[in-house]
C-alpha cells in the first residue's frame, strides 16, 4: 500500500485488528514475542494507528516511540493519545531515513514493515536504522508476511483477510491483500522471500536471526473451536522474527 492509501485509511485501520486473523493469532503471538518489556524503552516502527505502540505501553514500557511514515495514521495515532493518554510518543518518518535517536533503545517492534521494502537494498536500509538506534544486544521483533505461504490453499476469508497474487516484485510476489471489513480495504504488499530477510538483517549486523511461527492462543481454541483454525495452521499467511543487534 502507498503512504497515500495509509493516509486514506487513518483510523480506520484500527478495524482491522478486530478481524479474526490479527484479534487472535497475531496480536497473541506478537505480544508473547515482545516478552517481558517492564522498564524497557521500546521503538514501535510502522506503528500505523498506535494499536500495539499502546499495548506495549499497557505491558510496562517506560518509554514508547512510536514511528510511521504516515502523516494520517499519526495523526490518528496522537488523537487516540489525546483521548485516552498513556504517555506514548508518536514521530512521522520513513524508517529507511531514521535518525539515529539521542538515547538508543532496549527493543524495537516492527508489524508489517519489513515487506514494504521496494527492494533488497531498501530493506537493508531499514535493518540498519533499527540497528542503529539499538543499544547492543537489544532485541529486534518483527511480524510480518510469511515467505512460504501457498496461495493456492484454503482461502483465509474467513478468518477476515484474502491474499491475490498480482505479479512478482524485485524481493517476492505483490500480492493484493483485501481485509474484510465493511467497507472491505484492499492494498498492496511485498511477500518477500526468506533469504532476503535473512540477508538484509544480518548485513544491517543482527545476529541469532530466528524464524518464530504465530500459534492461535487459547481463547482463539474456546471462542471458535480447533477445526475452524485447521486451515490457518497448516497455511499461515503471516510468520515472526527474532533477532538481537
Not at 485488528?17 to 514501535?44: H, N, T
Not at 535517536?101 to 514494504?116: K, W
Not at 536500509?125 to 511480524?143: I, T
Request: negative net charge.
Amino acid at each position: 500500500m502507498s503512504v497515500q492509501q495509509y493516509d486514506e485509511i487513518g483510523e480506520t485501520y484500527e478495524g482491522f485488528k478486530s478481524l479474526p486473523m490479527a484479534r487472535y493469532a497475531e496480536s497473541a503471538g506478537f505480544l508473547a514475542l515482545l516478552g517481558d518489556v517492564r522498564g524497557r524503552s521500546v521503538l514501535d516502527l510502522a506503528c500505523g494507528t498506535g494499536f500495539y505502540t499502546r499495548q506495549i505501553k499497557r505491558l510496562g514500557a517506560a518509554d514508547v516511540l512510536g514511528v510511521d511514515i504516515s502523516t494520517e495514521m499519526v495523526a490518528a495515532a496522537r488523537a487516540i493519545e489525546e483521548r485516552a493518554p498513556l504517555g506514548v510518543r508518536y514521530t512521522v518518518a520513513d524508517v529507511a531515513e531514521l535518525p539515529v535517536p539521542e538515547r538508543a533503545f532496549d527493543v524495537a517492534s516492527a508489524v508489517y514493515l519489513l515487506n514494504y521494502a521496494e527492494d533488497a537494498a531498501a530493506m537493508e536500509r531499514m535493518c540498519r536504522a533499527v540497528h542503529r538506534s539499538l543499544e547492543p544486544g537489544a532485541r529486534f521483533c518483527v511480524l510480518t508476511q510469511a515467505p512460504d505461504y501457498r496461495f493456492d490453499g484454503p482461502s483465509m476469508a474467513k478468518y477476515g483477510f484474502t491474499y491475490e497474487p498480482v505479479g512478482e516484485g524485485p524481493i517476492g510476489p505483490r500480492v493484493r491483500i483485501t481485509a474484510l471489513l465493511d467497507p472491505p480495504v484492499e492494498f498492496v504488499t511485498s511477500y518477500p522471500r526468506r533469504e532476503v530477510y535473512e540477508q538484509s538483517l544480518h548485513r544491517a549486523g543482527f545476529h541469532d536471526v530466528t524464524w518464530v511461527p504465530l500459534h492461535v492462543p487459547e481463547d482463539g481454541l474456546r471462542a471458535l473451536g480447533a477445526d475452524y483454525w485447521a486451515d490457518f495452521l497448516a497455511n499461515p499467511p503471516l510468520t515472526m522474527l527474532h533477532c538481537r543487534a
